[in-house]
């Protein structure tokens, strides 16, 4: 959750794994972030906070020369943000998913083992009670 200075909130997501969004700030102040872990397992939070403003110096110059150039600098500069975090919320992404992967072929194997283990018992035990029975015919019969 998010909420402006005045504590009025400006953002609210709930039960999601990762997310990203953008809001635009309308009162200058501390804005606050709370983020809640509803699971009893320790989570590690990531974020990042990027503030843009436009900001413009007394300048000799028209502004009619400068402000579509500083306008350009401003977007291209937002785009190059949004690019590196897209790219370090990608690699956090694939980390996550690898340790996932990890997770479960480790306990697929744990159960392929466990399987075979169980299969091999089920043999034997099926070789021994079909000994034991053709013991017994065999032994009834000759008497």
Request: aromatic content about 12%; hydrophobic content about 35%; some cysteine.
């Amino acid at each position: 959750m998010v909420k402006d200075p005045s504590g009025n909130q400006i953002y609210d997501f709930r039960d999601k794994i990762s997310d990203k969004f953008e809001f635009i700030v309308r009162k200058k102040g501390l804005h606050r972030f709370c983020f809640t872990n509803k699971s009893p397992y320790h989570e590690t939070i990531d974020f990042d906070v990027h503030v843009g403003h436009f900001t413009y110096m007394e300048q000799h110059a028209k502004d009619e020369h400068f402000s579509p150039l500083l306008e350009q600098i401003n977007k291209l500069e937002e785009s190059l943000y949004n690019i590196q975090f897209e790219q370090h919320w990608l690699e956090a992404q694939t980390e996550r998913q690898a340790l996932v992967n990890e997770g479960m072929s480790r306990r697929a194997i744990h159960k392929a083992l466990f399987e075979s283990a169980a299969l091999i018992g089920a043999s034997v035990l099926q070789v021994y009670l079909l000994r034991r029975l053709f013991e017994r015919k065999l032994g009834t019969s000759r008497v």
